[in-house]
């Protein structure tokens, strides 16, 4: 039973959250539910066990965003489009992964601080930046693919690589920032 009394004082929370954490736990719901609906809307079906194991993990997010519930928004959405979807470079695709931006950059912040504090421009303004600059690269991403030639076993060598080097670029700076802190 020690799920419920967690659950129960998630719910305590919640009801003392602000305005700005509600609109966020609404948007990040909003958001998985508009990345699954892109995937029906490519051809993904209209899986009721997915819709279904999203709109929980979802809601438990909306309870305790900073949980490991979150795991399950995009574990579900890639089973909706790796089982039933083959089409990458379709528009729903990024109406998906821009979908999963912004339910990840949602409970980001909402987890930042707890439900009844406020949050204040100098948290949101970096946090929208860097959610901002994940868009981006998304986009870039999906049009790169979308007009990339492939090569006969279907991939895209040249992106692959690329992708590669980016996210060494990034662990890197991510291990140099976390061991001596953010620039001056």
Known sequence: MRWRNALVAALD?????????????????????????????????DSELTLAILMLAAAWCA???????????????????????????????LVAALALVVFHAAM???ATAPAAADLRSDVVLPAA????????????TWVAVRWSPATGHGGYPALTVAALVLLVVGAVLATVRATHGPPA
């Not at 930046?129 to 870039?140: E, H, L, Q």
């Open 108 to 110: 980001t912040l909402a």
């Open 63 to 93: 309870v305790t965003p900073d949980s490991h519930a979150g795991l399950v928004v995009p574990v579900a959405l890639g089973w909706q489009w790796l089982a039933h979807l083959d089409r990458t470079t379709t528009g729903w695709a």
């Open 129 to 140: 930046g860097r959610a901002g600059a994940v868009a981006v690269v998304t986009v870039v």
């Open 13 to 45: 929370d919640l009801s003392l959250a602000g305005t700005a954490q509600r609109g966020l736990r609404l948007l990040a719901v909003l958001a998985a539910a508009g990345a699954w609906l892109a995937g029906a809307a490519a051809g993904a079906g």
